[in-house]
C-alpha cells in the first residue's frame, strides 16, 4: 500500500485560491489512479476530483468542474488540488485516495471503494 499524506489546507476568502499537495512514499504513484475527495461537517463524503492511470484522464464533480484542477507531478510522488473562485460550501476536509483502479469510467472513480489508501485530510475553511 502507499501511504498519502495532504497539506496546504487553511483559511481562505471567498473567491480566493488555494493549491493542496498529496505527498506519496514508495516507488509506484506513477501507476496509482488518485482521488480527491471531501468531507464536510455533517455530510458525507463526497468524490471531487480524480486522475487515472495510465491514460491520465480528469474527471470532477459538477460541484467543482470549471474551478478546481487535479494534476500530479509523478517524479515528486505529488498529487495536487488546485482551488479557484472558492465558495464557502467548499468547505471540508479534503482527503487524496489512492487506487489501482485502471480505468476513466467516471462512475468507478467517484467510488469510494474503488480506493485502497486514503491520507489524513486537510482542513479548508472558506470564509464568507
Known amino acids: 500500500q502507499v501511504q498519502l499524506v495532504e497539506s496546504g489546507g487553511g483559511l481562505v476568502q471567498a473567491g480566493g485560491s488555494r493549491r493542496l499537495s498529496c505527498t506519496a512514499s514508495?516507488?509506484?504513484?506513477?501507476?496509482?489512479?488518485m482521488g480527491w475527495f471531501r468531507q464536510a461537517p455533517g455530510k458525507e463524503r463526497e468524490f471531487v476530483a480524480a486522475?487515472?492511470?495510465?491514460?491520465?484522464?480528469?474527471r470532477y464533480a459538477n460541484s467543482v468542474k470549471g474551478r478546481f484542477t487535479i494534476s500530479r507531478d509523478n517524479a515528486a510522488n505529488t498529487l495536487y488540488l488546485q482551488m479557484n473562485s472558492l465558495k464557502p460550501e467548499d468547505t471540508a476536509v479534503y482527503y487524496c485516495?489512492?487506487?489501482?483502479?485502471?480505468?476513466?469510467?467516471?462512475?468507478?472513480?467517484?467510488?469510494?471503494?474503488?480506493?485502497?489508501?486514503w491520507g489524513q485530510g486537510t482542513q479548508v475553511t472558506v470564509a464568507s
Open positions: 485516495a489512492a487506487s489501482s483502479l485502471a480505468s476513466s469510467l467516471a462512475a468507478p472513480l467517484a467510488t469510494q471503494t474503488s480506493y485502497h489508501s
Open positions: 514508495g516507488r509506484t504513484f506513477s501507476s496509482y489512479t
Open positions: 486522475i487515472t492511470w495510465p491514460a491520465y484522464t480528469t
